[in-house]
């Protein structure tokens, strides 16, 4: 199953942003997170090959 870029809604989303409360394709969070310091700070989770489950957000309920 596939997720979709909340931002261009056309690519593969590879990560999760905290944040943002949004899933981003790899362009789409280059073009946001880099675009102000402030945003380079978000924390991000990757989709794909997530390092650990350790390294998995908490869900709201945890």
């Known amino acids: 199953m596939r997720i ?3 931002v261009c809604s056309k690519e593969e ?8 409360e949004a899933v981003l394709c790899e362009a789409c969070d280059v073009s946001v ?19 650990s489950c350790n390294a998995s957000p908490l869900c709201d309920i945890c």
């Not at 590879?14 to 943002?20: E, I, N, P, S, V």
């Not at 997170?33 to 390092?51: G, I, Q, S, W």
């Open 4 to 6: 979709i870029c909340d």
């Open 13 to 20: 989303a590879t990560l999760f942003c905290y944040a943002d």
């Open 33 to 51: 997170h880099h675009a102000n310091k402030l945003a380079t700070k978000h924390c991000r989770f990757p989709l794909l090959n997530p390092n």
